[in-house]
Nanobody
Framework: QVQLVESGGGLVQAGGTLRLSCEASGRTFSEYPMGWFRQIPGKEREFVASISWNGDGTHYGDSVKGRFTISRDNAKNTVYLQMNSLKPEDTAVYYC???????????????????WGLGTQVTVYS
C-alpha cells in the first residue's frame, strides 16, 4: 500500500524555523513530482510548494516565496520543506501530496494532486 507520512511539525515562535519531512513507501518515489499544501479549518487546501521528480524544478505559493524551500532526497524516498521566518499566518496542517496516477511536472501537480498524507500540525505563535 502506498503511504505518505509527514513529520516535523510543532509549535514555534514567529521568526523561527521548522523542517518538515514526508517519507513515501510502496512506490517508485523518484519518478514523481511531490508537493506540500496546507489547510486551516474551514478553508480550502492551499498550495505551498512543489518539486519535480529530479529536483530541478520547483514552484512556490506567493505567500511563502523567499521563506520556504522544498527539496528531496530520492535515495531516502523523502521530500522536505524548510520553513524559515515563520509567521502566525503560517499556522496550518501541512500535507504532503502527489499523484501516483501521473508522472507530471511540478507545475501540473499544483492542480492535480490526489494522493495525500495525514498531515502534520504547524503552529506559529507571536
Amino acid at each position: 500500500q502506498v503511504q505518505l507520512v509527514e513529520s516535523g511539525g510543532g509549535l514555534v515562535q514567529a521568526g523561527g524555523t521548522l523542517r518538515l519531512s514526508c517519507e513515501a513507501s510502496g512506490r517508485t518515489f523518484s519518478e514523481y513530482p511531490m508537493g506540500w499544501f496546507r489547510q486551516i479549518p474551514g478553508k480550502e487546501r492551499e498550495f505551498v510548494a512543489s518539486i519535480s521528480w529530479n529536483g530541478d524544478g520547483t514552484h512556490y505559493g506567493d505567500s511563502v516565496k523567499g521563506r520556504f524551500t522544498i527539496s528531496r532526497d530520492n535515495a531516502k524516498n523523502t521530500v522536505y520543506l524548510q520553513m524559515n521566518s515563520l509567521k502566525p499566518e503560517d499556522t496550518a496542517v501541512y500535507y504532503c501530496g502527489t499523484n501516483w496516477a501521473m508522472r507530471g511536472s511540478a507545475m501540473t501537480l499544483i492542480v492535480s494532486t490526489e494522493d495525500w498524507g495525514l498531515g502534520t500540525q504547524v503552529t506559529v505563535y507571536s
